[in-house]
């Protein structure tokens, strides 16, 4: 049950059509694994946050830099230095004291990585290596979660909400030996994709939906277009191949 001060808080979401008081209830109940607690990570935790997602479990193993300042808004001057899952949890709990966050401060490995996700109803990656994401991916793949994938560089952007089978997985589209990594960043850049992860989130765990399913949705922040592909199964992906039994994808 919500009590009236969440009533009060959620009140100009809870006018909208399909987000009624049991829908809330609902969010209240899900649980969200947030992978980084960076540029993207820090608006889709303000806005899970703020939108009242009750559980909301943030790994991280960094610490703060005043290099992070330029986009990662969750966190302060005066926390450099501090685990950035403390300075997460610090803004988020005082943002909305009606939520729980639990923190994880390590590093994600092959090893830890099933252990870590734990029991979760949605993967949001925000992080910032190809090799963390693909091990991410494959606890998603092997666990049934689905995960929202989304990453930026300088000022442009991409995002897709995975869940084989009705999906591929990140594997299908994006190759490892293909990667390229820099840390050029705009800090709007991770802003709006991380923000529109955090949108992606609450229509799944609504049950709202429309998700950006089988399409990659690419933003170009100097030019201001939205652009997006389709995006398919590789029937050879080592990782969900083996649910597609040859097939082609939707
Ligand atoms: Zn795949």
Redesign the pocket.
Known sequence: MLSEKEIQFYSRQLGIPLWDPGVQERLKTSRVFVAGAGGLGSAVIYYLASAGVGTITICDSDKVEISNLNRQILHRYEHIGMKKTDSARIAATGLNPFISIQTLPIKIDKANAGEIVGDTDLIIDCLDNFEARFIL?AVS?NRGIPMIHAGVSEFQGQITFLH?PAT??????IKKDTVTQHNRVAGMTPGILGTMQALEAIKYLTGIDGCMKNRLLFWDGLTMRLESILIK??PK?????KFHDGASGP
Do not use: E
């Open positions: 991916n793949v084989p591929p997985c990140l594997a299908c589209f199964h590789d992906c080592s990782v969900c191949g």
